[in-house]
């Protein structure tokens, strides 16, 4: 009855499952063990008419035109520039650093001397990882390299990931740059939007084929098992592909042991006023126990009283007991991970995507232009 099964419908399973059914004419089941759509990208009207992105904010940023436009075929865009703010010392400054956080952070002279230093040594509009500032021979790069290393940065990503930065792979401390220039924004990309009428709608349009069945509420393994390195589906032997994008070391149950992630616990909050802060999201490296206060009416105007707010609290993920965020990158993850890849490799029809059967950090258009590129390979 099926010629395919994707297992979850974030956007790695709804794009596969899109292309599949409308390019390749493919009867595709959907399995998604959520009672909803979307995935992670998951929004909804709270109970103060505002849009609220349930597992945390989402801003569609790419400069891949192909992912761009493929995208828009499945909705319509309001044009959203990301700006975040952090808490230094009771002030809320830009970030990434920039030139403008140095004029509001040190005195005139000051910040007149490691603007001028910044320059010399980078190139206009670039960014530089923090790890690499703080290896500059410069006496004044170093004494910025420090403040940002103590006030932005060590602290957050404590609070983040649980652990010492020097403990994470490079690639999470790449991700944490100064940016010699005057962009307030967090992004630069060329393409920064958010859909017209949410993430979740732009998924019903996706999956909206009548090649294409959605099952929610339901675990892959409740309809799928696995024998001999063969899928069968509800008992009876499957020869189609199966794409799946849950987590990979589940899929084999564990027998290689279990990838670490983090959690959040994510907490939203109504008050009773118009706005709460200046902006979309405000950090808070070195108060609370929460990471970042993230207002969802900036991101999605509408006129009311009151407010929605979120704080998000790190955790470690405990199996069973939240929700799997973010792949700690470590090198032992990475080679466990590698035996998970090793041993897919017996299954003929199976194709893991996305950021959880990957165990990668994707942003949204990776993972579109994952698929895409995916599609043309495997002939999804
Ligand atoms: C807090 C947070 C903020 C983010 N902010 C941004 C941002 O601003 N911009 C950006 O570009 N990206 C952002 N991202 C990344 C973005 O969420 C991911 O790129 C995207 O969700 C990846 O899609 P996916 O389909 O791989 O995974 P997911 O969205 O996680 O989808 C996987 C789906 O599979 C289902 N599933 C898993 N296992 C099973 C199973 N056994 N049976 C059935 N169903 C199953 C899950 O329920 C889920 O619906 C953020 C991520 C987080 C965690």
Redesign the pocket.
Known sequence: MYDCIV????????VSANILASKYDKKVLI????GH??????DCIDENGILI?K????????SNKKVWEYLSRFTQWDKYE?KVLCSIDGQNVPIPFNLNTIEQIFEPQKAKKLQEKLLESYELNSKVPILELKKSDDVDLQFLADFIYEKVFVNYTAKQWGMKPSELDSAVTARVPVFVGRDNRYFNDEYQAVPKDGYTKLFENLLNHPNIKVVLN????DMVTIRDNKFYLNGKKFKGKVIY???ID??FDYKFGELPYRS?D?RFESIDKEFFQAGATINYPNEHNFTRITEFKHIHPIKSDKTTILK?YPQNYVKGENTA??PIFTDDNQKRYNQYVEYSRKFDDLVL??????YK???????VERVLDIAKEVEL
């Open positions: 297992c979850g419908s974030g956007f790695a399973g709804s399995i998604e063990k959520r759509i979307g995935g992670n990208c998951f992105h597992y945390g904010p989402h801003l569609f940023h790419t990301h339901t675990d892959f393994k994008t849950g987590m589940e899929l959040v994510m998000e965020y973010y995507i996305g950021r959880l059967a990957e950090y994707y942003d949204m258009d990776d993972v």
